[in-house]
DNA sequence: TTTTGAGTTGTTCGA
DNA sequence: GTCGAACAACTCAAA
């Protein structure tokens, strides 16, 4: 009975975690390891410094089992052969991912352990189905997120599965790295003390944030998702990210009736987003469409640098992007907002917004930005027509009618400005020379110059004859 | 094989 | 204030 060891990555959670109930199943001892190679080495400031906590939250939640997570850095192959040699394990279990870069190195795992003897062995549970098991007639997969919504309900999601009863340690452990010294939070700077007040880590926090959201906030979920300031959402992407609860978890927590309908659509678009990913990997880094390859998009530029900086002067625009550097989040509708005011009032790159979403979310995941910034920009799977441009006036007259989500987040735009306004000034660099008592900026744009100039854009584009 | 209905999230304008 | 149409044309999925 040789020990397994089991290469955590993305799936740091005892309950509904397929891979560990097999491995449990098997009897034989078990070497939790997490290891730190580029894929982690490579996240964005907050996303890197969250998982350090998701890592660390994780590692006593195993101790209190009775097994240790050992943390080593460096490449995942050389690491994982080094540690199978120096414990004797038998072979390493892990739950897949699916970002064409992890699939590259999985795969090369897995061919190269199984080539020197050891066993490799990969389990599903990071999406509700695998993003291989749903196809329409037609073709190898699915482009339109209706289809593939019906065709989910109709196969249904997997039972989650329990916790395993028992674990068993190994005789000896080997050593392991100090998480502290890896310095996963360097990057935040003065961010991370703040990101850390709005933070929800490990797998238990996660568990009593659907017992929180299931309690309430889901039969009105339906009506009530769209509105910033109301606390409607489950906040559970956070959690998914790093693998602290399940989606089949939460899938199959979630009641009948409109409420629940809607928020388990919600989890499809993750798994949508997922499909997409697998199938056209390209979705991360080129237009998906290829006639937008030549549209153009402006690069680098002052008002990017504007909107990054939160400083637009449009107040739905700027409580958006500072929701996000102070809390790692930013609600679903305000995500949107943002993204169009960059890539059609702003004609920037939808890449340029993509990028600093992936330094500052702490619910960062390749998939479902790549997808939503596509969709948002005209050029991924389902987008949204040239002429949708969203008028952040008008949405926020809709959405946030009283100015409560506005308020919240700008302080200029409040005579006494409460904690997450306040705290975005403790959060952005020093360099940006903010001051709490300066005047709200004036627009760089106001919402029908951005809305011609958008339309101007990509009528220029369809004349030439590419759109 | 051909046909047909449908496609996350919007805005504006005019009746 | 409310409502429907226009804003394009195309691709996808399923019958």
Same mark, same amino acid.
């Given at each position: 009975?040789?020990?397994?060891?089991?290469?955590?990555?993305?799936?740091?959670?005892?309950?509904?975690?397929?891979?560990?109930?097999?491995?449990?199943?098997?009897?034989?001892?078990?070497?939790?390891?997490?290891?730190?190679?580029?894929?982690?080495?490579?996240? @964005? %400031?907050?996303?890197?410094? +969250?998982?350090?906590?998701?890592?660390?939250?994780? =590692?006593?939640?195993?101790? $209190? #089992?009775? *097994?240790?997570?050992?943390?080593?850095?460096?490449?995942?192959?050389?690491?994982?052969?080094?540690?199978?040699?120096?414990?004797?394990?038998?072979?390493?279990?892990?739950?897949?991912?699916?970002?064409?870069?992890?699939?590259?190195?999985?795969?090369?795992?897995?061919?190269?352990?199984?080539?020197?003897?050891?066993?490799?062995?990969?389990?599903?549970?990071?999406?509700?189905?695998?993003?291989?098991?749903?196809?329409?007639?037609?073709?190898?997969?699915?482009?339109?997120?209706?289809?593939?919504?019906?065709?989910?309900?109709?196969?249904?999601?997997?039972?989650?599965?329990?916790?395993?009863?028992?674990?068993?340690?190994?005789?000896?452990?080997?050593?392991?790295?100090?998480?502290?010294?890896?310095?996963?939070?360097?990057?935040?700077?003065? @961010? %991370?003390?703040?990101?850390? +007040?709005?933070?929800?880590?490990?797998?238990?926090? =996660?568990?009593?944030?659907? $017992? #929180?959201? *299931?309690?309430?906030?889901?039969?009105?979920?339906?009506?009530?998702?769209?509105?910033?300031?109301?606390?409607?959402?489950?906040?559970?992407?956070?959690?998914?990210?790093?693998?602290?609860?399940?989606?089949?978890?939460?899938?199959?927590?979630?009641?009948?009736?409109?409420?629940?309908?809607?928020?388990?659509?919600?989890?499809?678009?993750?798994?949508?987003?997922?499909?997409?990913?697998?199938?056209?990997?390209?979705?991360?880094?080129?237009?998906?469409?290829?006639?937008?390859?030549?549209?153009?998009?402006?690069?680098?530029?002052?008002?990017?640098?504007?909107?990054?900086?939160?400083?637009?002067?449009?107040?739905?625009?700027?409580?958006?992007?500072?929701?996000?550097?102070?809390?790692?989040?930013?609600?679903?509708?305000?995500?949107?907002?943002? %993204?169009?005011?960059?890539?059609?009032?702003?004609?920037?790159?939808?890449?340029?917004?993509?990028?600093?979403? $992936?330094?500052? *979310?702490?619910?960062?995941?390749?998939?479902?930005?790549?997808?939503?910034?596509?969709?948002?920009?005209?050029?991924?799977?389902?987008?949204?027509?040239?002429?949708?441009?969203?008028?952040?006036?008008?949405?926020?007259?809709?959405?946030?009618?009283?100015?409560?989500?506005?308020?919240?987040?700008?302080?200029?735009?409040?005579?006494?400005?409460?904690?997450?306004?306040?705290?975005?000034?403790?959060?952005?660099?020093?360099?940006?020379?903010?001051?709490?008592?300066?005047?709200?900026?004036?627009?760089?744009?106001?919402?029908?110059?951005?809305?011609?100039?958008?339309?101007?854009?990509?009528?220029?584009?369809?004349?030439?004859?590419?759109?």
């Amino acid at each position: 009975m040789t020990p397994l060891l089991l290469w955590f990555r993305r799936d740091l959670r005892l309950d509904d975690n397929p891979m560990l109930a097999a491995a449990a199943a098997t009897g034989r001892p078990l070497i939790p390891v997490f290891v730190a190679d580029a894929a982690v080495t490579g996240l @964005g %400031a907050a996303a890197r410094w +969250r998982m350090g906590q998701a890592v660390q939250s994780f =590692a006593r939640s195993l101790d $209190a #089992r009775g *097994l240790r997570l050992i943390l080593r850095r460096g490449p995942a192959l050389p690491t994982l052969l080094a540690l199978a040699q120096e414990t004797g394990a038998g072979g390493v279990f892990w739950t897949r991912l699916y970002e064409p870069q992890t699939r590259d190195r999985d795969a090369l795992v897995k061919e190269t352990l199984r080539s020197q003897g050891l066993e490799a062995q990969s389990f599903d549970g990071h999406t509700l189905v695998e993003p291989w098991q749903l196809s329409p007639a037609s073709g190898p997969f699915y482009k339109v997120f209706t289809p593939f919504w019906k065709a989910l309900q109709a196969r249904g999601v997997p039972s989650p599965v329990e916790a395993p009863a028992r674990l068993i340690p190994p005789a000896t452990w080997p050593g392991s790295e100090d998480l502290d010294a890896w310095r996963l939070g360097a990057a935040m700077n003065r @961010g %991370a003390p703040v990101l850390a +007040r709005y933070a929800e880590i490990g797998e238990a926090a =996660a568990q009593a944030r659907l $017992a #929180r959201f *299931l309690a309430g906030p889901v039969d009105r979920y339906a009506e009530d998702r769209d509105h910033p300031a109301l606390p409607a959402t489950s906040g559970l992407s956070e959690n998914l990210t790093y693998g602290e609860i399940g989606p089949r978890r939460i899938w199959h927590a979630t009641p009948p009736g409109p409420g629940g309908a809607t928020f388990r659509k919600e989890l499809a678009w993750r798994d949508f987003a997922h499909h997409l990913m697998f199938h056209t990997p390209h979705l991360l880094t080129e237009a998906w469409r290829p006639d937008w390859a030549g549209f153009p998009w402006q690069g680098e530029s002052d008002v990017a640098e504007a909107w990054r900086r939160a400083q637009t002067g449009e107040a739905l625009v700027d409580a958006g992007l500072r929701q996000m550097y102070v809390t790692g989040s930013m609600h679903n509708r305000v995500r949107m907002v943002v %993204a169009s005011f960059l890539t059609k009032n702003l004609i920037t790159h939808w890449k340029i917004g993509m990028d600093w979403f $992936a330094d500052c *979310l702490t619910d960062w995941d390749p998939a479902s930005n790549a997808m939503g910034w596509q969709w948002v920009a005209g050029s991924g799977p389902d987008a949204a027509p040239y002429f949708r441009v969203f008028n952040p006036e008008t949405q926020a007259e809709k959405f946030d009618k009283t100015g409560a989500y506005r308020r919240m987040f700008i302080a200029e735009l409040s005579p006494e400005p409460g904690p997450d306004a306040l705290a975005w000034f403790d959060a952005a660099p020093r360099s940006w020379h903010l001051d709490p008592r300066a005047s709200y900026p004036q627009r760089i744009v106001t919402p029908a110059e951005g809305r011609a100039r958008a339309l101007a854009a990509y009528e220029g584009f369809r004349a030439a004859g590419q759109g």
